[in-house]
């Protein structure tokens, strides 16, 4: 199944050339930094945090053009902890989607700085967004529901419990902990952020929130499953990482058949969130099925 309608692939391409605008002139003394960070963003796999935002903004009837600066801040934070991620105090991984990861394309302390750098950028980008016709208190209200994702009680914090987890065994209670942190909350957050830019009501504020997590999780599951049943070249990453590295999943934990059948539960959570919205969510649904059934 495709994974985007073409309205959503057409997301992709405003994005790209968001992007390309938001990056730091790659010539001057600055020139190692600027180079690794737009190395970090570019071939951005399937930029799914930022179509989801833009996706939300226009069903809850945003222009998408005033969304695009905070589509393209959800990406860099999500291109920065990639890098950190990398990094050899964290996973030491070389290879991220099909080339060598930012550190090992540009070295340990250049990596670490342009994930510090893209964080920055992430934060500058939205709050001069105005000039979009987003308003300030709007711009704010996005920027906090970014923050609060990638933090302490989010990304940073899932991370935290994925690092401490390492070489012992957790329940299902912590590892849903770690994913609702690590992969589901910044999901969440683009959903929301697409509806916080519209000016969306409370409610249509939640259940953006609602569907985003629930389709996080399940593609964090889904992840886990490919992370043994795939294979390095189809999914631009090394496999069998998870197990190397000792690292809890819902696959060690449940077994294939029970995490296959979590995901499908999250899924149709996910779908059942887009009630609200009628024909209008079709997209979304599309988007949340084909991503249960993803090869890579």
């Keep these: 199944m495709q994974l985007y309608s073409p309205r959503m692939a057409q997301y992709i391409t405003m994005v790209d050339e968001e992007l390309h605008r938001a990056m730091p002139a790659t010539t001057g003394r600055q020139q190692t930094t600027a180079k690794a960070m737009a190395y970090a963003v570019e071939d951005g796999g399937k930029r799914l945090r930022p179509v989801l ?18 589509a393209a801040a959800v990406e860099m934070i999500h291109a920065s902890s990639l890098v950190h991620d990398d990094l050899p105090c964290m996973d030491n991984s070389l ?7 930012t550190f090992a394309a540009y070295g340990e302390d250049m990596g670490l700085l342009a994930g510090d750098a893209l964080i920055l950028l992430a934060f500058e980008w939205m709050l001069t967004a105005g000039a979009q016709g987003v308003s300030a208190q709007t711009a704010v209200e996005a920027a906090a529901a ?6 302490i009680e989010g990304m940073v914090g899932g991370q935290t419990i994925d690092l401490e987890s390492e070489g012992r065994m957790i329940d299902l209670e ?20 697409g509806a916080i830019v519209a000016d969306a009501d409370l409610q249509t504020r939640n259940a953006a929130h609602r569907f985003g997590t629930e389709l996080g999780l399940c593609f964090q599951i889904v992840d886990d499953l490919l992370d043994v049943t795939s294979t390095s070249e189809a999914l631009g990453k090394p496999v069998g990482a998870d197990e190397e590295n000792q690292k809890a999943t819902y696959v060690t934990l449940l077994g294939l058949e029970s995490a296959e059948a979590l995901a499908k539960e999250r899924t149709e959570a996910a779908l059942r969130s887009l009630g609200l919205f009628g024909e209008d969510a079709d997209d979304l649904r599309q988007l949340t099925t084909a991503l249960l059934t993803r090869t890579h």
């Design 53 to 70: 935002l833009l996706e939300w903004a226009r069903l809850c009837g945003a222009d998408v053009q005033t969304a695009l600066p905070f």
């Design 95 to 101: 290879i991220r989607r099909g080339k060598p990861s």
């Design 146 to 151: 970014l923050a609060q994702a990638a933090g």
């Design 174 to 193: 912590t590892l849903q902990d770690l994913q609702n942190g690590k992969t589901a909350a910044m999901i969440a957050a683009a959903c929301k952020m």
